[in-house]
């Protein structure tokens, strides 16, 4: 059993900073990629950021500049810090992952619970 636990989310206002944290637990064999991709009222998902083991981090253009995504490799976690942030940023933001649970399988995707994201005055 592989969990997702999100924490960070909150009411800030325009301009402020807010940092997210997603914390994997579980029997978790390696973690490819983790990320985070956001949801507002009436919009499909939209990826945020990734952080892909070995390689650059992608970036929505959208957030390029404000938002910077880092891993924590020892504790399968993922941060997202988020700055200059705007109301259009408001979202419930998910923490995804690619996980393998047993050496030389496919990785699978899993997902956290979702934590909002409120950037109003």
């Known amino acids: 059993q592989v969990q997702l636990v999100e924490s960070g989310g909150g009411l800030v206002q325009p301009g402020g900073s807010l940092r997210l944290a997603c914390a994997a637990s579980?029997?978790?064999?390696?973690?490819?990629?983790m990320g985070w991709y956001r949801q507002a009222p009436g919009k499909q998902r939209e990826l945020v950021a990734r952080?892909?083991?070995?390689?650059?981090?992608n970036y929505a253009d959208s957030v390029k500049g404000r938002f910077t995504i880092s891993r924590e490799y020892a504790k399968n976690t993922v941060y997202l810090q988020m700055n200059s942030l705007k109301p259009e940023d408001t979202a419930v933001y998910y923490c995804?992952?690619?996980?393998?649970?047993?050496?030389?399988?496919?990785?699978?995707?899993?997902w956290g619970q979702g934590t909002q994201v409120t950037v109003s005055s």
């Open positions: 579980g029997s978790i064999s390696r973690i490819n990629v």
């Open positions: 995804n992952a690619e996980i393998r649970l047993r050496a030389y399988t496919n990785y699978d995707p899993y």
């Open positions: 952080a892909i083991s070995g390689a650059s981090p």
